[in-house]
């Protein structure tokens, strides 16, 4: 079988530096919060380019904690997209904060300016940026209307570790920036696994604190939880970043690949927005014959994804509690998208039996 994600394939790949590395946690007697994790931290911020990162237990805290230290609780609204992980909601309804949800663009599937304009109201205190599948927002028109606003831009990059726009990588434009390292994500630990971004020193600080019961210095001082990062995690998100821009150009060129070889078939394949990098965490493309295709594939050996299935806004957990608003685009986008197998590992022969497959699907339908 092959899926549209593999993280067991990218351990085979680095097998002999993971092992390495976690029997060297396993001797030394420091699990949690040891020198792995202090150099992870400093290497993804070099990575990044902003000042400070901090490790944390998954992508889904690593938002929730930026909030916290941003002072948004309860009374606040939090904007952002209903096409996204149930993560970037769930993580605002946990501060006390009302997620507040908006549409998305055609082309890009991120976050639609005009409409987030439209319903924009004095409660909201910030904007979540998700730069969904490693494609970049319109970071910089969003940074400005947060500026004019006087609201908080935070990004969620949790599938665009290493995008950037005009040269300059995601997570560095936001007060600060939150990833996942779930392990299909670009930048995967085995478990799970967190960091947010910052350049602002006392946000750094705050979410530090947060991280481990608001603790400074042996007393806790603000209103703080466990989101600790563990030392095994670190060491394998270490080994796995000095690789990234590689794994990461792979996915670019495997992604360009599919689109040359799949441009005359009746699909809508991915557009990447102008002086923008885009990851390609996934590939997806749009079909009317969604179900079909999913079912051909699968009995072909092919396991295909669907991100998303069903946008938060209709999830039964909250759809009763989420505004209306017009998500003709997202509802649209959720009906009829695939993603295709992309991964650092996959191998040639792989690509070319899914392109194989999706042209075999489409002449059928035609004759
Ligand atoms: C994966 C993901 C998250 C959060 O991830 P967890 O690590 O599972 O908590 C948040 N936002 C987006 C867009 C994601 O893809």
New binding site residues.
């Given amino acids: 079988m092959l899926y549209w994600a593999n993280p067991s394939k990218q351990y085979e790949s680095k097998k002999n530096k993971i092992d390495k590395s976690i029997a060297s946690v396993l001797k030394k007697n420091k699990y949690i919060l040891g020198q792995e994790v202090n150099l992870l931290e400093k290497e993804f911020s070099k990575f990044i380019g902003t000042s400070y990162s901090i490790g944390v237990a998954?992508?889904?805290?690593a938002?929730e904690i930026v909030l916290r230290s941003l002072g948004i609780g309860p009374g606040d609204r939090v904007l952002t997209v209903s096409h996204?992980?149930l993560?970037?909601i769930a993580a605002i309804e946990s501060t006390g904060a009302k997620p507040v949800l908006v549409d998305i663009e055609t082309d890009f599937y991120t976050i639609d300016f005009n409409k987030a304009k439209q319903i924009f109201n004095s409660k909201i205190k910030a904007i979540i940026a998700?730069h969904?599948y490693g494609q970049s927002v319109d970071i910089k028109k969003l940074q400005n209307f947060c500026k004019r606003k006087k609201i908080y831009l935070i990004e969620?990059c949790?599938?665009a570790h290493g995008s950037s726009f005009n040269g300059k990588k995601l997570g560095s434009f936001g007060i600060a920036s939150c990833f996942?390292?779930?392990p299909t994500?670009n930048l995967g630990a085995i478990g799970?696994a967190?960091l947010i971004t910052t350049n602002n020193k006392s946000i750094a600080q705050k979410c530090t604190q947060i991280r481990q019961y608001g603790l400074k210095n042996g007393k806790s001082l603000i209103k703080g939880r466990n989101s600790r990062l563990d030392e095994i995690q670190a060491a394998i998100l270490r080994i796995k970043l000095k690789d990234l821009n590689k794994d990461n150009k792979l996915r670019i060129k495997f992604a360009s690949y599919y689109s040359e070889k799949l441009k005359n078939l009746p699909i809508v394949l991915p557009k990447v927005r102008k002086n923008t990098t885009h990851v390609f965490h996934l590939y997806v493309i749009k079909t009317r014959r969604r179900n079909t295709l999913l079912n051909f594939m699968k009995s072909n050996g092919v396991i295909l994804g669907v991100h998303y299935l069903t946008p938060i806004h209709l999830q039964p957990a909250y759809k009763k509690r989420i505004a209306k608003t017009d998500m003709s685009v997202t509802e649209e986008l959720s009906n009829n998208i695939v993603s295709l197998p992309i991964y650092p590992e996959i191998k040639k022969n792989e690509l070319d039996k899914v392109i194989r497959l999706l042209k075999v699907f489409y002449d059928k339908k035609k004759s």
Avoid: E, H, M
């Fill in positions: 998954n992508g889904t805290d938002i996204t992980a993560a970037t998700v969904i969620d949790s599938q996942s390292c779930y994500k799970d967190g």
